[in-house]
């Protein structure tokens, strides 16, 4: 999961959405076509985005783009393997471009998930906003150029949306070549749990002050038969759909604390809360019977819950959470930034810290304003008692600022991309 290596602040030539644009996208898909390896690519078009102009104004425009932006990266950077490209295609168009090894039906799986992540609601100062995004997919083909593959896909998104109903279109005329159907998946799901077809990824959290390693956030993944590797965000939607959430979830956090068990005393593993493990009322004991029956010390986990989570009964939510804390277990408020911020949360959830969402520190270190709301984050956090995790960090500039600015840890590509149990506890024990 991560960017192609040369792609640098010098090719970010939007200033709405900080991607780079369509030049740069297609020398970058000339060069993975070249090379002669699988390249997977997904035009996006926001249906009717003139709408929001007229309706809201530009500014409210370009705030929905910004966040359109967002999420395609960080729907990127969670669920794809391989090199990655966000691009603006111009207007209220997006192009994500893949090499990652990967299935027809994976791909197909995958676009849905970022379309229905970019249909989400967009909360502004201006009101809530709705978009109706559609796509164009393709696989490219050996011997074809980066303007072959432009083409199609213009031409195809045009299709879909000019077609009611059509909301994703492959771009070689087979549009209604089916990958597996929602029942199928949710039947594979239930079969995987038992077929050990469910793995868990690590990715490793360093200390800002010493830059050592002190723990790990686990991610799930689902190694199915067909479709290759599939990422969480698109694992979990299949679990809701099926009604299976309470059961996968335990089932990573059975596997997770049993492998951490294994790591030394002194690191910390950190497990994603859904919002169907806080509305079940006996979440709090189901996950304590785990602990007891794994070995593994209360005080070595922490909990991450997003906003998003959240959304529902806040309070029950804050009653589960305050039964965890009191047995040792911290709770950290995720992707802190990404969201509608709402700083009521900070006052009703036990917390203990703060992770920035990747989106905090992407500018950080080249623009004035992102240093001083990095700053005001921090000074809050220090206000509550919070220690603040920093995600996303991709540059050495990145992690000495954040060091600097009173970060206690963080993630990112820099020093590890999520990697297997295995070579986890090799890292662990270096």
Not at 68 to 88: I, K, N, S
Not at 153 to 160: D, F, I, K, P, S
Not at 267 to 285: E, I, Q
Not at 379 to 384: E, K, Q, R, S
């Amino acid at each position: 999961m991560t960017i192609a290596p040369t792609l640098g602040a010098d090719l970010r030539s939007d200033a709405v959405t900080g991607l780079v644009g369509r030049d740069a996208a297609a020398a970058r898909l000339d060069e993975w076509l070249a090379r002669g390896g699988r390249v997977h690519a997904l035009l996006v078009g926001l249906k009717r985005f003139d709408a929001v102009n007229l309706a809201y104004g530009k500014a409210a425009g370009d705030a929905a783009l910004a966040e359109v932006a967002q999420r395609m990266r960080h729907f990127a950077a969670e669920e794809l393997d391989g090199l990655w490209l966000a691009a603006r295609g111009g207007g209220g168009q997006f192009l994500l471009l893949a090499t990652e090894p990967c299935s027809r039906e994976r791909w197909q799986l995958a676009a849905g998930q970022l379309l229905d992540a970019l249909a989400r609601p967009i909360a502004t100062t201006w009101g809530t906003l709705r978009l109706s995004p559609r796509g164009a997919l393709l696989r490219g083909v050996e011997g074809e150029s980066a303007a072959s593959v432009f083409d199609r896909l213009g031409q195809t998104l045009e299709t879909a949306t000019t077609q009611p109903g059509r909301r994703l279109l492959w771009a070689d005329g087979e549009g209604r070549r089916g990958g597996r159907s929602a029942a199928q998946l949710e039947g594979d799901l239930l079969r995987a749990l038992d077929l050990g077809e469910i793995e868990l990824v690590y990715q490793p959290q360093f200390g800002c002050g010493d830059d050592r390693l002190v723990g790990a956030e686990a991610l799930a993944r689902w190694n199915h038969p067909k479709l290759g590797r599939v990422g969480a965000g698109a694992l979990f939607a299949v679990a809701e759909r099926a009604d299976h959430v309470p059961q996968l979830s335990h089932h990573i956090a059975r596997l997770a604390l049993g492998e951490a068990a294994r790591w030394p005393m002194d690191l910390r593993l950190s497990l994603n809360v859904t919002a169907g493990d806080l509305a079940s009322a006996d979440y709090a004991a189901r996950l304590s019977a785990l602990i007891k029956q794994t070995g593994f010390a209360p005080w070595r986990l922490t909990l991450e819950v997003t906003e998003q989570v959240l959304l529902g009964d806040a309070a029950q939510a804050a009653a589960t959470l305050s039964a965890l804390a009191a047995q040792g277990i911290r709770i950290a408020l995720d992707d802190f930034g990404a969201g509608f911020c709402n700083f009521r949360y900070l006052k009703l959830l036990p917390l203990h810290y703060l992770k920035l969402d990747r989106a905090m520190i992407d500018g950080v270190t080249g623009d004035a304003r992102d240093l001083a709301v990095l700053r005001a984050i921090i000074a809050m956090a220090g206000a509550l008692s919070l220690k603040v995790i920093a995600e996303g960090v991709e540059t050495e500039a990145q992690r000495l600022l954040v060091a600097a600015e009173g970060c206690a840890s963080y993630q990112g590509f820099l020093r590890a991309e999520p990697m297997s149990a295995a070579k986890f506890a090799m890292l662990a024990c270096k």
